[in-house]
């Protein structure tokens, strides 16, 4: 059976709404298509602030809401009073609340007008379900699998089962790794978000065989656990900063050692549950993989011990309503529909 299915994603900063038509359960006869996906990111907003600051965010959001539905649907040939759409896909957590309430609010608006059930989706599911994806279908690969997500809110290795059945493993202690990119940056007075300005310094670093600045720790990597920390990593370059000048392309060295400390610690924790828990697949999702490096680094050493890396196009793993949609479809599958009024949003939603 065929079920279209509209998701829409307010958890930060990013407005997205995707309209898809899929069929098939979770395995290889699933198959979908994308008939809209709209996106309205507010970077430009929030840069002034180095940060997303919560209340401009909600205001953002509303305002953006029905202009991003609207161009979803026109680029699905619907129309916004009586569309074609089996079920509204909806985040409810983890993120902002105050932004996760305008998506929510907005769903049950919609759900009323148009008379259609609304599915809550865990924004984490999103990001871990378009990065199983190879084009139109599911990739080919077998459970258990490792996913490493990694965002400006979250660092986290966790087990997948089945689909739908996970189990943390190891999680962040402080910062998340997107954050400490993005606080890295603000010291360096680099633009928000600061992971692709990181990563855009650190390789002409590299490409030019800038000669080293400073060694940075790798917080944790050797200890006999799945945690990780990047507090004391961004401390480290802060201090540095605070004490010295930087002259002409040391922000350029600093982010490289920055860049190469935090994938160090990444990969290793990954490479390690990977040997433990015996998956040959890690799905890699959230805003920082989209990071070159960190992806050419882990696909490089995943090979070496015969696992692989699935990981989405770059211009899908920030956030977007294609994710939200894709995991309101699987869950849309087993019934999972929540009366509107009964949806709330919440910041620390877990998988688990
Ligand atoms: O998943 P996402 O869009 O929003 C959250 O749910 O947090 O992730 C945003 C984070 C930001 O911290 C941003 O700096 C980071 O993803 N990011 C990157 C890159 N592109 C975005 N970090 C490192 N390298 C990148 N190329
Ligand atoms: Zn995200």
């Not at 609010?105 to 994806?133: C, D, R, Y």
């Not at 990563?199 to 800038?210: G, I, N, P, V």
């Not at 190469?260 to 433990?276: I, N, Q, S, W």
């Not at 890699?284 to 011990?305: D, H, P, Q, Y």
Request: aromatic share 8%; with cysteine.
């Amino acid at each position: 059976m065929r079920m279209r299915v509209l998701g829409i994603e307010t958890s930060a900063d990013d407005t997205g709404i995707a309209l898809i038509e899929a069929s098939g359960s979770f395995g290889q006869e699933f198959k979908y298509q994308v008939l809209g996906n709209a996106l309205s990111s507010q970077t430009a907003v929030h840069a002034q602030y180095g940060g997303i600051f919560p209340a401009m965010a909600k205001r953002e959001h509303t305002k953006n809401l029905p202009l991003v539905l609207e161009l979803a649907l026109k680029e699905a040939g619907e129309n916004s009073e009586r569309p074609h759409i089996d079920a509204i896909a909806v985040t409810h957590g983890p993120g902002l609340e105050p932004c996760l309430w305008t998506g929510i609010t907005f769903a049950q608006e919609l759900s009323k007008k148009w008379n259609v059930p609304i599915v809550p989706v865990n924004h984490m599911e999103g990001h871990i379900l378009i990065s199983m994806m190879e084009k139109d279908r599911l990739a080919d690969f077998e459970f258990p699998a490792l996913a490493l997500l990694v965002s400006g809110g979250h660092t986290e290795l966790i087990l997948i089962k089945q689909f739908g059945s996970y189990e943390y493993i190891g999680r962040t202690r402080d910062d998340a790794v997107g954050e400490a990119f993005d606080k890295v940056a603000r010291s360096l007075g680099l633009q928000y978000p600061g992971g692709p300005e990181i990563s855009r310094l650190a390789e002409y670093a590299r490409k030019e065989k800038l000669p080293s600045l400073l060694t940075l720790p790798r917080p944790m990597m050797h200890e006999d656990n799945y945690e990780f920390s990047f507090a004391g990593l961004k401390t480290a370059v802060e201090r540095y900063v605070n004490a010295n000048e930087l002259k002409s392309l040391d922000r350029e060295k600093i982010a490289r050692e920055f860049e190469d400390a935090a994938t160090d610690v990444l990969l290793f924790k990954t490479l390690r549950a990977v040997e433990e828990y015996g998956a040959l697949t890690v799905v890699m999702g959230g805003g920082v993989s989209a990071n070159k490096f960190i992806r050419a680094r882990l696909t490089e050493a995943l090979e070496k011990v015969g696992a692989s890396l699935l990981v989405c196009p770059t211009n899908l793993s920030t956030d977007n309503g294609l994710m939200i949609a894709l995991s309101g479809y699987f869950r849309a599958l087993k019934k999972e529909f929540v009366e509107g009024d009964k949806i709330s949003a919440n910041g620390s939603l877990k998988l688990c």
